[in-house]
């Protein structure tokens, strides 16, 4: 029996001692971590988008009709009367006298002239006309009892080089000139009588230019002809 043990015995030490070295840490181990290489990527920026062109709607603008270069204005006045009767002096001052038709109305077109009611006489009104001596104006007269209508029209719009024609109501080439209605007189005053050679130097016979004028040649103020 004892034979039997002995074999029996040795066999359990022999795996006891199996199991234990297998249990036995055998040395602490570090592994190193192996670093793997992430590639980077590359963020390509999105292309920005094309502009695209808007076109911005113009309106086209819209222009009165033209004018027929061959009509003829339906409207037809007669010009009034205006005319110059005379031209004088009165203390000194010139004036000019214009006869007109009643009811006219009338304005001095250039500066320094000023234009008043003098009156009737035969059934004809007077207009006084003054301003500097020896000098040129213009007068309009007009006759509001022949008014020019103007067109009623929406659209008063020309292109380049045309102007709105308010009494047809259409684009011409042609600048509106004076109103049938009235007429345009060009005049000029008279010089009135001053002794200009009282004035002996030049700068006093400039005073008085409307009437004198200084003669360089004989050094003397002389009157206007």
Known sequence: MNKI????????????????ACNLPSGTITE??????VPT???????????????????????APFCDPNAVS???????????SSSFCTKKTPYNLLFTNKGV???????????????????QSMVTCTGPMASTFAVKVCDPSCGIPSVQ???????????????????STELQGTPQNCVVLKLKT?????????YSTKSACSKNSNACYWD?????CQVKK
């Open 190 to 198: 008279t010089t009135c009588v001053v002794n200009c050679r009282d």
């Open 153 to 171: 029209s929406g659209i008063t719009q020309c292109p380049q080089d045309y102007y709105f024609d308010s009494a047809q109501g259409c684009c």
């Open 32 to 37: 190193t971590p192996i670093l793997t290489a």
């Open 41 to 63: 990527e590359t963020v390509t920026p999105l292309a920005d988008a094309p502009t695209e062109a808007i076109a911005l709607a113009t309106a086209t603008p819209e222009y």
């Open 105 to 123: 109305t009338f304005e001095s077109l250039t500066e320094g002239f000023t234009c008043s009611d003098a009156g009737v006489k035969d059934g």
């Open 74 to 84: 339906a409207v037809s006045c007669e010009i009034p009367i205006a005319k110059e």
């Open 216 to 220: 360089e040649l004989n050094s003397e």
């Open 5 to 20: 043990l002995k074999p029996v015995i040795f066999i359990s030490l022999l795996l006891i001692g199996v199991a234990v």
